[in-house]
C-alpha cells in the first residue's frame, strides 16, 4: 500500500483497512528513501555526463515526478490555491477539489521545482554521494512529514477522501519508530562524510519544522488534513531538507 500510493510502481495490495493504512504511512519513508536514491543517482549521472549542475538537477526531479505520477506536486499546488483563495474551509477545499490550477497553485510549484533543481545540482557538484544522500534524506524526510500528519491529535477536513482514511492510522510507538528509521537513513550522507551525515539529518529537523507550520496553518484553515495537504507536507519538507543540504556544503 505504501509503495502503491507513494509510487507510480504498480502493485496488488490484498488488504485495504485503516490497519493497513497505519503502517502504510510507517512504510511511507522508506519508500521516500527509494525515490529519493533514484532522484540523487540520476542527478549524479547527468553531473557525470558534463552537463550542468542545473541542468543535472532538472533531471533529477523529472525522474522524482515520473516515479511519483507527480502526485505530491500536484497536492502542492491545490493547497496554494486551496489558502490563496481566501475563502472559508468549505469555499477552499472545493477550489482544492478541482482538476485545474491557479495562480498560486502555478508559483507554489515553480519556487519548489526551482528550488529542488538548483539544489540537486550543487550537491551534484559537490560530488555523487553528496547528492545522493542529501536525495534519501530528502525522500525519507518529506515522507516522514506525511507519517507524523497521520498521528492521532490531526483530524480530516472531510468524512472522505484519503485523508479521511489515514488520518490517526499511526499510534505513537509507530511515529516514533519511522522517526528512529529516518535518523538511520540519514547515514546515507557518510559517504560524503560524517559532518554531511549530521548536517542531513538536521536538515530533516528543519524539513519537519516547516511542514509543521504548514499542517498548523492547513489545519486552521481547513479543519484537517486532506490528500493534497499531505503531498504539500512531502514537497514542503522535502524541498526543505535539499536546500539546507546543498548550502550545508558550503561549508564541509
Given at each position: 500500500?505504501?509503495?502503491?500510493?507513494?509510487?507510480?510502481?504498480?502493485?496488488?495490495?490484498?488488504?485495504?483497512?485503516?490497519?493497513?493504512?497505519?503502517?502504510?504511512?510507517?512504510?511511507?519513508?522508506?519508500?521516500?528513501?527509494?525515490?529519493?536514491?533514484?532522484?540523487?543517482?540520476?542527478?549524479?549521472?547527468?553531473?557525470?555526463?558534463?552537463?550542468?549542475?542545473?541542468?543535472?538537477?532538472?533531471?533529477?526531479?523529472?525522474?522524482?515526478?515520473?516515479?511519483?505520477?507527480?502526485?505530491?506536486?500536484?497536492?502542492?499546488?491545490?493547497?496554494?490555491?486551496?489558502?490563496?483563495?481566501?475563502?472559508?474551509?468549505?469555499?477552499?477545499?472545493?477550489?482544492?477539489?478541482?482538476?485545474?490550477?491557479?495562480?498560486?497553485?502555478?508559483?507554489?510549484?515553480?519556487?519548489?521545482?526551482?528550488?529542488?533543481?538548483?539544489?540537486?545540482?550543487?550537491?551534484?557538484?559537490?560530488?555523487?554521494?553528496?547528492?545522493?544522500?542529501?536525495?534519501?534524506?530528502?525522500?525519507?524526510?518529506g515522507r516522514l512529514?506525511?507519517?507524523?500528519?497521520?498521528?492521532?491529535?490531526?483530524p480530516s477536513a472531510?468524512?472522505?477522501?484519503?485523508?479521511?482514511?489515514?488520518?490517526?492510522?499511526?499510534?505513537?510507538?509507530?511515529?516514533?519508530?519511522?522517526?528512529?528509521?529516518?535518523?538511520?537513513?540519514?547515514?546515507?550522507?557518510?559517504?560524503?562524510?560524517?559532518?554531511?551525515?549530521?548536517?542531513?539529518?538536521?536538515?530533516?529537523?528543519?524539513?519537519?519544522?516547516?511542514?509543521?507550520?504548514?499542517?498548523?496553518?492547513?489545519?486552521?484553515?481547513?479543519?484537517?488534513?486532506?490528500?493534497?495537504?499531505?503531498?504539500?507536507?512531502?514537497?514542503?519538507?522535502?524541498?526543505?531538507?535539499?536546500?539546507?543540504?546543498?548550502?550545508?556544503?558550503?561549508?564541509?
Amino acid at each position: 500500500m505504501a509503495v502503491g500510493t507513494f509510487t507510480a510502481v504498480p502493485v496488488r495490495v490484498e488488504r485495504v483497512d485503516r490497519s493497513t493504512a497505519g503502517w502504510a504511512m510507517f512504510w511511507a519513508p522508506v519508500v521516500g528513501a527509494a525515490v529519493g536514491a533514484g532522484t540523487g543517482a540520476v542527478a549524479a549521472a547527468g553531473a557525470w555526463l558534463g552537463l550542468s549542475g542545473a541542468l543535472a538537477g532538472v533531471l533529477g526531479v523529472g525522474a522524482a515526478a515520473l516515479v511519483t505520477r507527480g502526485l505530491h506536486l500536484d497536492g502542492l499546488a491545490d493547497l496554494a490555491d486551496g489558502l490563496g483563495s481566501g475563502r472559508p474551509a468549505e469555499g477552499a477545499l472545493e477550489v482544492m477539489r478541482r482538476s485545474d490550477i491557479g495562480p498560486f497553485g502555478v508559483v507554489a510549484l515553480a519556487l519548489v521545482l526551482l528550488a529542488q533543481a538548483l539544489a540537486l545540482g550543487q550537491l551534484a557538484a559537490a560530488s555523487p554521494w553528496a547528492v545522493v544522500g542529501a536525495a534519501v534524506a530528502a525522500g525519507a524526510g518529506g515522507r516522514l512529514a506525511v507519517t507524523l500528519a497521520c498521528t492521532a491529535r490531526v483530524p480530516s477536513a472531510r468524512p472522505e477522501g484519503l485523508g479521511a482514511f489515514v488520518a490517526g492510522t499511526v499510534r505513537a510507538p509507530l511515529a516514533a519508530a519511522a522517526c528512529a528509521v529516518v535518523a538511520l537513513l540519514c547515514l546515507a550522507g557518510l559517504p560524503h562524510g560524517a559532518g554531511f551525515a549530521v548536517l542531513c539529518a538536521g536538515a530533516v529537523v528543519l524539513g519537519l519544522a516547516v511542514a509543521g507550520l504548514l499542517l498548523r496553518r492547513a489545519v486552521r484553515r481547513l479543519g484537517g488534513i486532506t490528500g493534497d495537504v499531505l503531498g504539500a507536507l512531502a514537497e514542503s519538507a522535502g524541498t526543505s531538507v535539499l536546500v539546507v543540504a546543498a548550502a550545508g556544503t558550503a561549508w564541509l
